[in-house]
């Protein structure tokens, strides 16, 4: 991948507007499997999880491909069980092709999925899940091999936690289950209402989404549909928390203010003036450093895990400690030493970052980790004064469609260098 050349130290102004949802538009690609016809997903952005999902697509038999800046998919009668290591080990949304591939062949085969070392991403619930609806599971050291030769059944099912990937998996597996299921303890997040109101057009009897319990009918099938996702909140967090640290004066357009509440709340708490002009539109101004705050990420609707290292990006600039305990993953900020290079003070003790906010960062060498954590380094070095060099950016691009254009349409000086 190309490295990220940020000259920082402008103050960001401008309007941009909020693409559609990561992590609503790679488990709808998934559950386009489970609908007779060709399903239209619209206003798709270019990211590098998005081209994963589509190879694996055509591998496993399926026809998926872009049409201007929508995605087709449509099953076939040639489905095919597996899905290459390759791509099954690239990111972690491979897991929602067990449930699809079990519908369409009877069988699925996977490796244990992939993504950013951000922590342990266990797919325990997934398989429990599946178990209780009648799958027969076997799991091999890097392998999972799934088959339902009696097919799927209802059944009652708490989630011992609110995983948002397994309560995905077990909708999309409850909509052709025989008989009604009801599964307990689920995640809240806006993605799995997106998820659901997918799949509802499709023909889906889905009931709850988006509380802590669901109940789902079965049906036999499902139709295609056009379907636009929901704006990405960890998308509107970067450019809110890149004004934060930056400065400046800037709108979004294309947003959801109710997914963005926690965010919001942190950003008032550390001085952002924000104001809503009109529907879907988000205002932030900042014209002085940032307060310090004290953040704790959680499950929706609590602070966001994915939005805590753009927080920590911010918090290097504010007067005073700053404090972010993580409680999902426990490798959440390798970017914290990365921060240090730029000359901040920011330590990690057990879940918790530690960051001493201070002024005149100095721009330098940085390498992402991951995901978020590479978007954060973007943040910091935007602030920092003089230049970075940001590598490891092929985390970036899972995420980003394109993340120079994104700050450089509100001012910020950064470009791709091969």
Known sequence: MAELIVTGGRRLEGSVRIPRSKNS?????AAALLCEGESRICDVPCLSDVDTSLALLNAVGACACREGTDVLVCASNKMKPSVPDSLSGAMRSSVYYIVPLLYRCGEAHISFPGGCRIGARPINLHIEGLRAMGAEIETHPNTIICRAPKGLHGANFCLSFPSVGAT?????????????????????????????????RCGARIQGAGGTCMTIDGVERLKAVAHTPIPDRITAATVLFGVAACGGDVTLTGVRYSHLNAVLHTLSAMGAELCRPEPGVLRIRMEKRPDAAFVTTGVYP???????????????QA?????????IFENRFACAAEFCRLGAEAHVQNSRLYINGISGLKGGQLASQDLRGGAALVI?????????????TEYIARGYEDIAQLFGRIGAELYWEN
């Open 25 to 29: 538009v790679l488990p709808i690609l």
């Open 380 to 392: 910091a070095a935007l602030a920092a004064q003089g230049k970075s060099r940001i590598t490891g």
């Open 319 to 327: 007067t005073g400690e700053s404090m972010i305990r993580e409680t």
């Open 302 to 316: 609590e602070f966001p895990t994915d939005a805590g290292p753009l927080f920590a990006a911010a918090a290097l």
């Open 168 to 200: 995905e998996t077990l909708m999309m597996a409850a909509a052709f289950a025989k008989g009604r299921t009801v599964l307990c303890g689920c995640a809240k997040e806006p993605e799995i209402t997106d998820l659901a109101r997918f799949l509802r």
